[in-house]
C-alpha cells in the first residue's frame, strides 16, 4: 500500500497566526481525502472532507490538486484549542475501504 | 450524541497469551474497522468488516488475528499469540456506508510484556 506523505513539523505559532499544511499521496487511484484531527492519546476526528473544488469550514480551509496529488490544509487565526496533531488521509472509495493515514504534523499554538 | 465504545481501555497481557479487543460500534452502522497506532508512529489499518465477513485487510493482519461479531453489538479483535511488536493503541471504527465517514471509538493500549 503506497504513503501519505506530509510535513514533518512540528509547527509553532503564536494565536492568530496562519498556518499551512501539506501533504502528498501516492495512489493515483486515491477517490477520499480528508483532514483528521489527533490530540494526545485520543481517537483520530474528522476535522473536514477535502474536495476537489476545495472547501472551507470556518477558520479551516482545504485544498485539493489531484493532478499534482497534493492536499492542503490552512488555518486562519489560530486559536490554543487549534493545538493538536494533525493527520492527512487518504481512501480509494470502495466498498468497506481502508483509510490510509500520513504520519501527521504536530501544531502547537502558543499565547 | 453516539458514539463508538471500546473495552477495556488498558491491558497488560504476557508474551505468548491470547487477547480479545472489544468495540461497540453505533448501533446502525453497517461496517467496522479495526485499526492500531504504535506509539509515535502512524495510524495503520487491519481489517474492515461488511456482512459477516472480512471485507479487506492489511499485511499486518496476518494469521494471528482475527475479527467477529459475536452478536449484534459487539465487534471483537482477537490476536492469538501476542508479541511484544504488538503493543499499540488499537481503535475500533465505524460507518453507516462504505462511503461516510468512520466514527472512532477511545481505543485500547494494548501493552505486551
Known amino acids: ?111 | 450524541e453516539p458514539e463508538v465504545t471500546q473495552t477495556p481501555s488498558h491491558q497488560v497481557t504476557q508474551m505468548g497469551q491470547e487477547v480479545i479487543l472489544r468495540c461497540v460500534p453505533i448501533s446502525n452502522h453497517l461496517y467496522f474497522y479495526w485499526y492500531r497506532q504504535i506509539l509515535g508512529q502512524k495510524v495503520e489499518f487491519l481489517v474492515s468488516f461488511y456482512n459477516n465477513e472480512i471485507s479487506e485487510k492489511s499485511e499486518i493482519f496476518d494469521d494471528q488475528f482475527s475479527v467477529e461479531r459475536p452478536d449484534g453489538s459487539n465487534f471483537t479483535l482477537k490476536i492469538r499469540s501476542t508479541k511484544l511488536e504488538d503493543s499499540a493503541m488499537y481503535f475500533c471504527a465505524s460507518s453507516g456506508s462504505a462511503l461516510d465517514e468512520q466514527y472512532f471509538g477511545p481505543g485500547t493500549r494494548l501493552t505486551v510484556t
Open chain 1, 1 to 111: 500500500r503506497k504513503e501519505v506523505e506530509q510535513d514533518p513539523g512540528p509547527f509553532n505559532v503564536p494565536e492568530g497566526a496562519t498556518v499551512a499544511f501539506n501533504c502528498t499521496y501516492s495512489n493515483s487511484a486515491s477517490q477520499s481525502f480528508f483532514w483528521y484531527r489527533q490530540d494526545c492519546r485520543k481517537e483520530p476526528k474528522l476535522l473536514m472532507s477535502v474536495y476537489s473544488s476545495g472547501n472551507e469550514d470556518g477558520r479551516f480551509t482545504a485544498q485539493l490538486n489531484r493532478a499534482s496529488q497534493y492536499i492542503s490544509l490552512l488555518i486562519r487565526d489560530s486559536k490554543l484549542s487549534d493545538s493538536a496533531t494533525y493527520l492527512c488521509v487518504v481512501s480509494l472509495n470502495q466498498a468497506g475501504t481502508a483509510l490510509i493515514f500520513g504520519k501527521g504534523t504536530t501544531l502547537s499554538v502558543s499565547s
